[in-house]
């Protein structure tokens, strides 16, 4: 009963390795030989073993599991940084991925800087810090909601109190 719910789990949930042909792909294939095992008791023994083997490689973080919404938090909390595409939270394929182009929150803390520029931080968003590359004559205040969306070559705009601002995540 145990290896039928790691079969399913496996299933349900994709297995994230840190190279193409690296431990999670070993994984699963120790599962996919089990399949092709005829004898019934051969094939429990199989994936026993094999559901041992994903136990320990888990253990060692040699594989993470990680669901959909995993991936999604973790897109959205990268959203503004430039990243190296490296097939961590999908392989690529435009339509099973969900791209981020904006984020609709509130302000949950603003400050005025040098030559007019505001920096924001959103409601939230963990340890998100976004900053105006434009002078603001009245920053936002806390609660105020805030449009941040991407524009074309790497840009960002910022929008509050019905204005837009040219802006960069800055960490």
Do not use: H
Request: with cysteine; charged share 30%; aromatic share 8%.
């Amino acid at each position: 009963m145990a290896a039928a719910a790691v079969a399913l789990a496996m299933t349900a949930v994709p297995a994230v390795a840190a190279e193409k042909d690296g431990a999670g792909d070993r994984v699963l294939q120790s599962f996919a030989q089990c399949r092709a095992v005829a004898d019934a008791a051969q094939r429990l023994a199989c994936f026993d073993s094999a559901a041992s083997a994903l136990e320990q490689a888990v253990k060692a973080k040699e594989v993470r599991i990680i669901d959909k919404e995993d991936v999604r938090r973790t897109r959205r909390s990268l959203f503004g940084f430039t990243l190296p595409r490296v097939g961590l939270f999908g392989d690529g394929d435009k339509d099973e991925r969900e791209e981020f182009t904006e984020i609709n929150t509130t302000v949950a803390s603003a400050r005025q800087l040098d030559n007019g520029r505001v920096e924001l931080r959103l409601t939230g968003e963990e340890d998100a810090v976004w900053q105006t590359t434009e002078a603001v004559a009245w920053p936002p205040k806390p609660g105020d909601k805030i449009r941040i969306r991407k524009g074309a070559i790497g840009s960002y705009f910022v929008t509050f109190s019905g204005k837009t601002f040219r802006g960069m995540r800055v960490r």
